[in-house]
């Protein structure tokens, strides 16, 4: 099974755009994020907050297999608490993304949101390292996120391994590591998405597996939806090639392409692929019958003749 850890919405999408996506990737279960970024869409806007985890509740609906959504919660706005409980409880998503901009992880006012996560057990995935459209980086050091573990039912994943401040986001991990707590109940880990440039990816993998090892890595691609599945499964192919200069057995190389994110999602067995629409008993039905199959050379040539590929744009991340 493959997890896809780190995907963003811009609000263009649509479920069928992302199974898609995800089907020609070969990514079994996409972890996707609210849109913050594009189409109106801000962090700094209550309503727009609102406006972006609805859209993503949407989204989700009825692809609970494939689809793990992520709301987005600017924990430093008033009532980001009750918000966060309201994506939760009511739109039916499972978690959060949280990008500190403005804010500091151990400031007074965000400590009611995070809470809020302990209590309903949520995973949760910060940006952490630089950002590299220019935005002030400071609030996003590595060592900045220690306070969550005063909420210890939040299980935090920190983006990027924290690049450039790679030292910081190993030694935070390690913390838990060198206490013997298990890796499933460590309160962080960290994903491999966009963050060190090429130069700087084996050493900075080397240090993470041999000080961490596998247990609290996960992969995630963090391209911008909709795209098509030649833009993930590139990242992915990184991220594979990189894996491949290590000396890695299978249980190490499945622990990154899904164990760790599975435990951090809560989720169990892996579910594979399914085609299911809404709506369509007969349709699921084929589906279940069919699981295994749509991701053939067959279903992604007529995916192609439907002119979707290479149709949309995408672009590198930053969060």
Not at 48 to 72: C, M, Y
Not at 222 to 230: A, E, R, V
Request: aromatic share 8%.
């Amino acid at each position: 099974m493959i997890i896809d850890a780190h995907l963003h919405c811009t609000g263009d999408e649509t479920a069928s755009d992302v199974l898609d996506a995800l089907d020609d990737a070969d990514i079994d279960i996409g972890v996707l994020i609210a849109p913050f970024l594009h189409n109106g869409y801000t962090l700094a806007d209550p309503g727009q907050v609102r406006r972006a985890n609805e859209h993503l509740s949407r989204l989700v609906r009825g692809h609970a297999d494939r689809l793990f959504g992520l709301a987005v919660v600017n924990p430093s706005l008033p009532g980001a608490a009750d918000e966060l409980r309201h994506a939760v409880e009511t739109l039916g998503l499972r978690g959060a993304k949280m990008v500190p901009s403005g804010w500091y992880p151990e400031s007074e006012v965000v400590q009611p949101t995070f809470a809020v996560a302990s209590e309903l057990r949520l995973p949760l995935l910060f940006h952490s390292g630089v950002f590299i459209d220019g935005r002030a980086s400071r609030f996003c050091r590595p060592i900045g996120f220690e306070p969550l573990r005063d909420h210890p039912g939040a299980r935090v994943t920190l983006a990027h391994l924290g690049w450039p401040w790679t030292d910081e986001a190993v030694a935070l991990g390690l913390i838990d590591r060198i206490n013997g707590v298990p890796e499933d109940a460590c309160a962080f880990r960290f994903d491999l998405s966009f963050g060190p440039p090429p130069p700087y990816r084996h050493e900075v993998l080397a240090k993470a597996l041999e000080v961490l090892g596998p247990g609290l890595l996960q992969f995630g691609s963090d391209c911008f939806l909709p795209c098509p599945g030649s833009a993930i499964a590139e990242r992915r192919g990184w991220l594979r090639d990189l894996l491949a200069e290590f000396d890695l057995d299978a249980a190490a190389l499945e622990r990154i392409w899904s164990g760790t994110a599975a435990a951090w999602l809560g989720i169990g067995g892996a579910p594979g692929p399914s085609r299911e629409r809404a709506g369509d008993a007969e349709g699921r039905a084929h589906a279940r019958a069919t699981v295994g199959h749509e991701s053939s050379p067959r279903h992604r040539a007529a995916r192609r003749q439907r002119g979707w590929l290479g149709a949309r744009p995408y672009s590198l991340s930053c969060c």
